[in-house]
T-cell receptor
Framework: GAGVSQSPRYKVAKRGQDVALRCDPI?????LFWYQQALGQGPEFLTY????????KSGLPSDRFFAERPEGSVSTLKIQRTQQEDSAVYLC????????????FGEGSRLTVL | DAKTTQPNSMESNEEEPVHLPCNHS???????IHWYRQLPSQGPEYVIH???SNVNNRMASLAIAEDRKSSTLILHRATLRDAAVYYC???????????FGDGTTLTVKP
């Protein structure tokens, strides 16, 4: 497809389960970002990749959160031992330029932790 | 990192112009000003961006203050489909992190 694709769109997990969220960026986009968006709030930065290198992970809220982009294209955000406070929409964005180009967002993965 | 400040909400009548303000008093010389909007249950959508000069595209215009400490997104004729949350962010040259605030919720009245 032409846009950023995220899967699953909806995920319900029991507290303590591990989840994996996938992002397929636009082909050829160098930069990839993950954001977390709680209900009624703006997106909060989690982490940033340039190709396969994770250049900034300062927004990851705990060591239960892990992101990877091993071949510089598809990325996975993994959350271990999910907690209720992890419930949010997780947004992925990609960009063709390192910093100044527009961000293309996916529709997000809504995670609900029971 | 540089932060932006926007009003929580604004209202407009359909077919009238809308001016959405954003303050970014700590902007650096290489920071680009970006605007995005988000409809319910969708990811943010790019609207426009600029560095120093005013910018126009098919969606909107961006007016940047001479000192670059503020900017205004201008929707020339608001439609009901323009009702959304509008975010103003700064994108830092050669860095990844951009901080979104809570944005401005624009309501368009018919």
């Amino acid at each position: 497809g032409a846009g950023v694709s995220q899967s699953p769109r909806y995920k319900v997990a029991k507290r303590g389960q591990d989840v994996a969220l996938r992002c397929d960026p636009i082909s050829g986009h160098v930069s990839l970002f993950w954001y977390q968006q709680a209900l009624g709030q703006g997106p909060e930065f989690l982490t940033y990749f340039q190709n396969e290198a994770q250049l900034d992970k300062s927004g990851l809220p705990s060591d239960r959160f892990f992101a990877e982009r091993p071949e510089g294209s598809v990325s996975t955000l993994k959350i271990q031992r999910t907690q209720q406070e992890d419930s949010a929409v997780y947004l992925c964005a990609s960009s063709s330029l390192p910093a100044t180009g527009e961000l293309f967002f996916g529709e997000g993965s809504r995670l609900t932790v029971l | 990192d540089a932060k932006t400040t926007q009003p929580n909400s604004m209202e407009s009548n359909e077919e009238e112009p809308v001016h959405l303000p954003c303050n970014h008093s700590t902007i650096s010389g290489t920071d680009y000003i970006h605007w995005y909007r988000q409809l319910p249950s969708q990811g943010p959508e790019y609207v426009i961006h600029g560095l120093t000069s005013n910018v126009n595209n098919r969606m909107a215009s961006l007016a940047i203050a001479e000192d670059r400490k503020s900017s205004t997104l201008i929707l020339h004729r608001a439609t009901l489909r323009d009702a959304a949350v509008y975010y103003c962010i700064l994108r830092v040259l050669n860095a990844g992190k951009s901080t979104f605030g809570d944005g401005t919720t624009l309501t368009v009245k018919p």
